[in-house]
Nanobody
Framework: QVQLVESGGGLVQAGGSLRLSCTAS????????MGWYRQAPGKQRELVAT???????NYADSVKGRFTISRDNAKNTVYLQMNSLKPEDTAIYYC?????????WGQGTQVTVSS
């Protein structure tokens, strides 16, 4: 059974920073992509950023230049450093681990940015 456990969410003022972490446990393919998605109230879940085991990254246009995704393969952990946060970044952030056959999700962590 694969579990993803997130941490690091919270309340921050606009312009501030937060760092999210997500650690995967269990048995899963070493060929995988880890990432972060977010869902704001009344909106669909959207991609924030992804990173492959080879450290190739992909970002949503809305976070480019402000957010940085990274991973530690030895720890099966993915990080999301969020700088210059804006009120529109407020959402529940979900960690994802995607293999060739399945995508696993964390329980989500709330990020609230006050103006």
């Amino acid at each position: 059974q694969v579990q993803l456990v997130e941490s690091g969410g919270g309340l921050v003022q606009a312009g501030g920073s937060l760092r999210l972490s997500c650690t995967a446990s269990g048995i899963f393919s070493s060929i995988n992509v880890m990432g972060w998605y977010r869902q704001a109230p009344g909106k669909q879940r959207e991609l924030v950023a992804t990173v492959t085991r080879a450290y190739d990254t992909n970002y949503a246009d809305s976070v480019k230049g402000r957010f940085t995704i990274s991973r530690d393969n030895a720890k099966n952990t993915v990080y999301l450093q969020m700088n210059s946060l804006k009120p529109e970044d407020t959402a529940i952030y979900y960690c994802s681990l995607m293999t060739r056959v399945y995508e696993y999700w964390g329980q989500g962590t709330q990020v609230t940015v006050s103006s």
